[in-house]
């Protein structure tokens, strides 16, 4: 008698999902694949509730997952439960989205300003990517993409830290990609420049968008595209890669 294989439902997991590009991934991925879309927040609730919404009204399914991304006993113990409720499930793509930022000169840099945005965006990397891999492993199929910046690339004054954080996360793209290829798993970073969220709301647009070739800020729809791109077996070839989404001001 043959085995009946039982197919799994497939969720992709978006960190930093409530705001800003998180929730422009989140609402893109709910109109281009089959996902339900797992928005993980730390504590804005409201907002990603608003996330939720939106997913729900582009045709998609949506669920919340609370957690710090930085807090790895708190990473796992969500997921452990989550996985407990959801049986036969995958998550099968992780955006890794989740940042801070906390700018300041460096010799003024507190040690808090530096391990709290390290902390979120290469530790939170590490907890979630590396709480999921096994399972993507046995799946032999998976896509992660990690969010870094242009700051990551070519550094920015006044960003130390973050710079930091996002080159480091660059490096661990490129070896990742490496150790996982064959069980069909491509690893990915993007890379935005100036793009109007909250994050950039502080900044004097007007002056910075001359520094851009396409002389304006972009928008996180135009970065959400990207990653739907990336998430979606029309990239399977692509992995290791760190795509510029930035108007021309790194080409």
Known sequence: MKKTLIEKTKYALVTGGSRGIGRAVCIQLAKDTDYIILVNYRGNEAAANETLALIKDAGGKGELLPFDVANKDEVKTVLDTWHETHKDTIIETIVNNAGITKDGLFMWMSNDDWSSVINTSLQGFFNVTNYLIQKLLVNRYGRIINMVSLSGLKGTAGQTNYSAAKGAVIGATKALAQEVAKRNITVNAVAPGFIKTDMTSALDEKELKKLVPSN??????????????????????????VININGGIYS
């Open 216 to 241: 304006r800020f972009g928008e996180p729809e135009e970065v959400a595209h990207l990653v739907s791109f990336l998430a979606s077996k029309k990239a399977s070839y692509i992995t290791g890669e």
